[in-house]
Nanobody, 126 residues
């Protein structure tokens, strides 16, 4: 399994942008599908974005579609989440997660992922 470490969170004003990074250990990172999830205080963890193991496929929920972009650099063992036009309701702890995949599958369910990072806080002020 891979070990994941998120970074890039912080405080930003509404309308601003942040780029989160998810750095992975292990030499087989290119065989893992990766997803981003977030959890706001008092709420359940929710899906934010997912990418297939090569990055050829991506998927977003309507709540972030057009504002968030997931990408990956397998040579650097890193997945990114570019977040634009941030809203106060985007405030949450953001987690990346990984799942070994044999084909270009994307996963959007929390229970499908095996490895998780520790999370990074994103706070959007109004």
């Amino acid at each position: 399994q891979v070990q994941l470490v998120e970074s890039g969170g912080g405080l930003v004003q509404a309308g601003g942008s942040l780029r989160l990074s998810c750095a992975a250990s292990g030499r087989t990172f290119s065989t893992y599908a990766v997803g981003w999830f977030r959890q706001a205080p008092g709420k359940e963890r929710e899906f934010v974005a997912a990418t297939s193991r090569s990055g050829s496929r991506t998927y977003y929920p309507d709540s972030v579609k057009g504002r968030f972009t997931i990408s990956r650099d397998n040579a650097k063992h890193t997945v990114y989440l570019q977040m634009n036009s941030l809203k106060p309701e985007d405030t949450a702890v953001y987690y990346c997660a990984a799942k070994w995949a044999t084909i270009e599958t994307i996963f959007n369910k929390e229970y499908e992922y095996v490895s998780w990072g520790q999370g990074t806080q994103v706070t959007v002020s109004s």
